[in-house]
C-alpha cells in the first residue's frame, strides 16, 4: 500500500490516482487531497504574494472617457489659435513633425503603433509648451509589392510568377487601377486604425504619393535634377530581380550569409605559345557560372607574379597567382607540378586566349591589367563580363577602345536567343542554365574543378528571391556631385543617437549613382520620349510640357499604348512634332525617389521650410532619410 497526500483538490487528486494505478509494481494507491495548511477561509492565495495595485477600475467608465473624437479638434483648434507658451518654454513660429509614409499595402503592426505612439507624444508636448504643431500624416502608395498583391487578388494568382504574367496579360492602364483602388483602400484602414489610438494629427489632409499634385512636384524635382545634368540613361549593370522582373536600388537588397554557389575552376586557352611552351591555359574562378558565356576579357594584377603549373603529363599548362598556388593545387581534380617559370602580371596583358563553350569561335579575347584584382582567393586572374559586373564593367569601359557589356539575359533570368549557344536558349541562368554550363565546359575539356561554396549573396528584399547583375538600359542619378554637399548637410543635423550620423554618411559615401528606373507599371512615370531611332528626348522644356499635358488629362493617360492614342502627339513638344514620330517611355521612378520627395510637399505649412523632426526606424538611415537627403541636396 502507498498513501500520497496532496494539497491539491480533490478532483486533481482523482485524475492524478487514474494517471498513476498503471504503473507497473503500484498495486494499491491511496491519494487525498486537502487544502494547503496557510490557505485558510479568511486568507486567500492573493494576500500571499506582493501583487501590484491600483485604484483604476477593471472595466472603463464611459461617463469620464474621452470622446475619442477630441483628438481631431484638439489638432484643429491648436492650428488656428495662437497659443500661450507655458512660463520658461521658448515659442518658436512653428514646430514641422513629419512624417515618414508608412506602406499601404496591409493592416498596421506593432512598429507602426510604436512610431506613431512617440511622434503623437511630441507633438502633444509641444502644444503644452504653446507652439504650434503642423504633424501631416502620409502614406507611400506606389510599388512592386502592392501591385503584386493587387494582381493576386484581382486575378487570383497563387505566386509572384502568376501576378507576373497577369500584368503583361491585362495591360498597364488596368494593374494601375486595381492598384491604385487596393493602394485607397488600404490608406482608409490604416488611417481608421490609427485614429482609434486617437492620435493628434491631420487626418482630413493627408499626403499621398499618388496623389496627382505630390506627383507633378515629384516630375518638377526630376526636371530640376535634369537640367543640372544629374540625370542619365545608360545601359550598364544593374542589380536585377528576375523574381521581380525589374532594377533595383542598393537598398532593395537583402544580403543572406549562407546562399551556396557552384564555383568552377576553367582553363582558357591561350592563342599562342608562352614562355616557349605550347598549350598554356589561363585559369581562372567564378563563383557565377552562368556569366560563362558573356566573358569578353580576362583581368591580372600587372604588379603580382604569376607561375605555371604544369599537368602530370606535362602536356598542359595553367597560369596562377604564386600566392594562391597551394590553394589551387588542393582544389583541382589534375594532378599538376610548379614550374620553376614565373612572370609579372603586366607580361600577360595583352595575350589572346580562346572562348571556352564555342570552340569554333574566331573571335579571341585579350587579357586586361586591374589594380582591384588581388591574392585573397581565386586564381589572381579573373574572369571579366561587362554586362555581369560593376567592376567588369567599368574596367572595359576605362579601354582606348571601349569593350561594350553583353548581357544573353532576359528579364525572367532566362539566356536569350543572343547567347549564341543552342542548347542554353531559354534556360534559368541560376539554375537550369548554370548547371548546363557547367556540362558544356566538362564536356570540352576546360572544367579543372567546381565545389559548393557559401558567401554572402544579395536577395530582392520584397520576394525573398536571389537577383543577377544584368545589363539593362536604366536611368541613373549621378550622385558623386553630391556626396560632399550631403556630408556638411549631416554635419549640420542633429540625430540621436549620435551615431546614426556616421550611419547615414557611409551609405551616402559608398555610392556613386542611383539606378531610379523601374520596369513597372505602379508608379510615377519617367517623362521620357523616343523616336523611331531610339533617340531620347528629355529635357527642362519637354518634362514641362508632358506635365501640362498631365493636369489636364491625368497621371492615367500617359499609360494608354501608343496604338490606341489617338492624340499621341500632344505628348511631344511642339518642336518636335513634324517629321518623326515619338513615342513614350514605359519605366517608372523608384519608390524611393518617391517618398524621398515629400519634404517638397509639407503640407499645413506657411512656408516653404524646413522639418524640425523625422523620427523613423533606425532602417530608414539606408531608406527614407538617404532618399530625402539626396533629393533635397540635388535641387538646391
Same mark, same amino acid.
Given at each position: 500500500?502507498?498513501?500520497?497526500?496532496?494539497?491539491?483538490?480533490?478532483?486533481s487528486?482523482?485524475?492524478?490516482?487514474?494517471k498513476?494505478?498503471?504503473?507497473k509494481?503500484?498495486?494499491k494507491l491511496?491519494?487525498?487531497g486537502t487544502?494547503? $495548511?496557510y490557505?485558510?477561509?479568511?486568507?486567500k492565495?492573493?494576500?500571499?504574494?506582493?501583487?501590484?495595485?491600483t485604484?483604476?477600475?477593471?472595466?472603463p467608465d464611459?461617463s469620464i472617457?474621452?470622446?475619442?473624437?477630441r483628438?481631431?479638434?484638439?489638432?484643429q483648434?491648436?492650428?488656428?489659435?495662437?497659443?500661450?507658451?507655458l512660463q520658461?518654454c521658448?515659442? $518658436?513660429e512653428?514646430?514641422?513633425?513629419h512624417?515618414g509614409?508608412?506602406?499601404?499595402?496591409?493592416?498596421l503592426?506593432t512598429g507602426?503603433?510604436?512610431?506613431k505612439?512617440?511622434?503623437?507624444i511630441?507633438?502633444r508636448?509641444?502644444?503644452?509648451?504653446?507652439v504650434?504643431?503642423?504633424?501631416v500624416?502620409?502614406?507611400? %502608395?506606389?510599388?512592386? $509589392?502592392?501591385e503584386l498583391?493587387?494582381l493576386?487578388?484581382?486575378?487570383?494568382?497563387?505566386n509572384?510568377?502568376?501576378?507576373l504574367?497577369?500584368?503583361?496579360?491585362?495591360?498597364?492602364e488596368k494593374?494601375r487601377?486595381?492598384?491604385?483602388t487596393?493602394?485607397?483602400?488600404?490608406?482608409n484602414?490604416?488611417?481608421?486604425?490609427f485614429?482609434?489610438m486617437?492620435? %493628434?494629427?491631420?487626418?482630413?489632409?493627408p499626403?499621398?504619393?499618388m496623389?496627382?499634385s505630390?506627383?507633378?512636384?515629384q516630375?518638377?524635382i526630376f526636371?530640376?535634377?535634369?537640367?543640372?545634368g544629374?540625370i542619365?540613361?545608360?545601359?550598364k549593370?544593374v542589380y536585377w530581380?528576375?523574381s521581380?522582373r525589374?532594377?533595383?536600388?542598393?537598398a532593395?537588397?537583402e544580403y543572406?550569409d549562407?546562399?551556396?554557389?557552384h564555383?568552377?575552376y576553367?582553363?582558357y586557352?591561350?592563342? %599562342?605559345?608562352?614562355l616557349e611552351?605550347?598549350?598554356?591555359s589561363?585559369?581562372i574562378?567564378?563563383?557565377t557560372p552562368w556569366?560563362?558565356?558573356a566573358?569578353?576579357?580576362?583581368?591580372?594584377?600587372?604588379?603580382m607574379?604569376? %607561375?605555371m603549373?604544369?599537368?602530370?603529363?606535362?602536356?598542359?599548362?595553367?597560369?596562377?597567382?604564386t600566392?594562391l598556388?597551394?590553394? &589551387?593545387t588542393a582544389?583541382i581534380?589534375?594532378?599538376?607540378?610548379?614550374?620553376?617559370?614565373t612572370? !609579372?602580371g603586366?607580361?600577360? &596583358?595583352?595575350?589572346?586566349?580562346?572562348?571556352v563553350l564555342?570552340?569554333?569561335?574566331?573571335?579571341?579575347?585579350?587579357v586586361?591589367?586591374?589594380?582591384?584584382v588581388?591574392?585573397e582567393?581565386?586564381?589572381?586572374?579573373?574572369?571579366t563580363?561587362p554586362?555581369?559586373?560593376?567592376e567588369?564593367? #567599368?574596367?572595359c569601359r576605362s579601354?582606348e577602345?571601349p569593350i561594350?557589356?553583353?548581357? $544573353? &539575359?532576359d528579364?525572367?533570368?532566362?539566356y536569350t536567343?543572343?547567347v549564341?549557344?543552342?542548347s542554353?536558349?531559354g534556360?534559368?541562368?541560376?539554375?537550369e542554365?548554370s548547371?548546363?554550363?557547367?556540362?558544356?565546359l566538362?564536356?570540352?575539356?576546360k572544367?579543372?574543378?567546381i565545389e559548393k561554396?557559401k558567401h !554572402?549573396?544579395?536577395?530582392?528584399?520584397?520576394?525573398?528571391?536571389?537577383?543577377i547583375?544584368?545589363?539593362?538600359?536604366?536611368f541613373f542619378?549621378?550622385?558623386s556631385?553630391l556626396?560632399?554637399t550631403?556630408?556638411?548637410?549631416?554635419?549640420?543635423?542633429?540625430?540621436l543617437p549620435?551615431?546614426?550620423?556616421?550611419?547615414l554618411r557611409?551609405?551616402v559615401?559608398d555610392?556613386?549613382?542611383w539606378?531610379i528606373?523601374?520596369?513597372r507599371?505602379w508608379?510615377?512615370p519617367i517623362?521620357?520620349?523616343?523616336n523611331?531611332?531610339?533617340?531620347l528626348l528629355?529635357n527642362?522644356?519637354?518634362?514641362?510640357?508632358?506635365?501640362?499635358?498631365?493636369?489636364e !488629362?491625368?497621371?492615367?493617360?500617359?499609360?494608354?499604348?501608343?496604338a490606341e492614342?489617338?492624340s499621341?502627339?500632344?505628348w511631344?513638344p511642339?518642336s518636335h512634332r513634324?517629321g518623326?514620330?515619338w513615342?513614350?517611355?514605359?519605366?517608372? #521612378?523608384?519608390v524611393?525617389?518617391?517618398?524621398?520627395?515629400?519634404?517638397?510637399?509639407?503640407?499645413?505649412?506657411?512656408?516653404d521650410v524646413?522639418?524640425?523632426?523625422?523620427?523613423?526606424?533606425?532602417?530608414?538611415?539606408?531608406?527614407w532619410?538617404?532618399?530625402?537627403?539626396?533629393?533635397s541636396?540635388?535641387?538646391?
Open positions: 500500500m502507498y498513501n500520497i497526500r496532496t494539497y491539491l483538490p480533490r478532483e487528486a482523482i485524475c492524478i490516482h487514474m498513476l494505478v498503471h504503473f509494481g503500484i498495486r491511496r491519494i487525498s487544502r494547503r $495548511p490557505a485558510t477561509a479568511n486568507k492565495y492573493s494576500d500571499t504574494l506582493a501583487l501590484p495595485t485604484n483604476f477600475p477593471l472595466r464611459h472617457t474621452p470622446d475619442p473624437q483628438h481631431i479638434e484638439l489638432y483648434w491648436q492650428r488656428q489659435r495662437e497659443l500661450e507658451p520658461g521658448k515659442n $518658436p512653428e514646430f514641422i513633425l512624417d509614409p508608412p506602406y499601404a499595402n496591409g493592416n503592426h507602426h503603433a510604436l512610431n505612439i512617440l511622434k503623437d511630441i507633438v508636448r509641444k502644444i503644452l509648451e504653446g504650434k504643431v503642423s504633424y500624416p502620409g502614406w507611400d %502608395c506606389h510599388g512592386l $509589392p502592392i498583391k493587387a493576386q487578388a484581382h486575378q487570383a494568382a497563387q509572384v510568377e502568376d501576378a504574367s497577369a500584368s503583361t496579360r491585362i495591360g498597364p494593374v487601377a486595381i492598384a491604385q487596393l493602394a485607397s483602400d488600404t490608406i484602414t490604416q488611417s481608421e486604425q485614429q482609434r486617437a492620435l %493628434c494629427a491631420d487626418w482630413e489632409n499626403y499621398k504619393t496623389k496627382t505630390y506627383e507633378i512636384a516630375l518638377r526636371s530640376t535634377m535634369v537640367a543640372k544629374l542619365s540613361r545608360a545601359e549593370p530581380s528576375p521581380s525589374t532594377a533595383l536600388a542598393e532593395e537588397l543572406v549562407n546562399h551556396t554557389s564555383s568552377v576553367v582553363a586557352p591561350l592563342t %599562342c605559345p608562352l611552351r605550347s598549350n598554356v589561363l585559369l574562378w567564378t563563383t556569366t560563362i558565356p566573358n569578353r576579357a580576362i583581368a591580372v594584377n600587372p604588379d607574379q604569376y %607561375c603549373l604544369v599537368s602530370a603529363d606535362g602536356l598542359r599548362h595553367f597560369i596562377v597567382a600566392e598556388i597551394d590553394k &589551387v582544389i581534380s589534375e594532378p599538376v607540378s610548379v614550374s620553376g617559370s612572370l !609579372k603586366s607580361d600577360l &596583358v595583352g595575350l589572346s586566349y580562346e572562348d564555342d570552340t569554333s569561335a574566331k573571335a579571341s579575347r585579350s586586361l591589367a586591374a589594380d582591384y588581388s591574392a582567393s581565386g586564381t589572381g586572374l579573373v574572369h563580363a554586362g555581369h559586373g560593376q567588369d564593367y #567599368l574596367l579601354l577602345t561594350l557589356p553583353f548581357s $544573353p &539575359v528579364a525572367a533570368g532566362c536567343e543572343e549564341g549557344i543552342s542554353l536558349v534556360l534559368n541562368v541560376q539554375n542554365g548547371k548546363k554550363v557547367i556540362a558544356l566538362q564536356e570540352n575539356g572544367l579543372l574543378a561554396y !554572402k549573396y544579395p536577395y530582392d528584399w520584397r520576394t525573398k528571391k536571389p537577383i547583375v544584368r545589363s539593362t538600359p536604366q542619378a549621378n550622385l556631385s556626396k560632399k550631403a556630408g556638411q548637410a549631416i554635419d549640420h543635423v542633429s540625430m549620435e551615431s546614426g550620423k556616421s550611419r557611409s551609405y559615401k555610392r556613386n549613382e539606378c528606373s523601374r520596369q507599371s508608379g510615377v517623362p521620357a520620349l523616343y523611331e531611332s531610339g533617340d528629355m527642362e522644356a519637354s518634362i514641362a510640357h508632358i506635365i501640362s499635358v498631365i493636369q !488629362k491625368g497621371m492615367q493617360a500617359w499609360f494608354v499604348p501608343d492614342d489617338q499621341w502627339q500632344a511631344v511642339s513634324h518623326e514620330k513615342v513614350r517611355g514605359t519605366e517608372t #521612378l523608384d524611393w525617389f518617391d517618398s524621398g520627395c515629400s519634404w517638397a510637399t509639407l503640407q499645413g505649412t506657411e512656408n524646413v522639418a524640425d523632426l523625422y523620427l523613423e526606424g533606425s532602417d530608414q538611415h539606408r531608406g532619410f538617404q532618399s530625402s537627403l539626396l533629393t541636396i540635388a535641387t538646391r
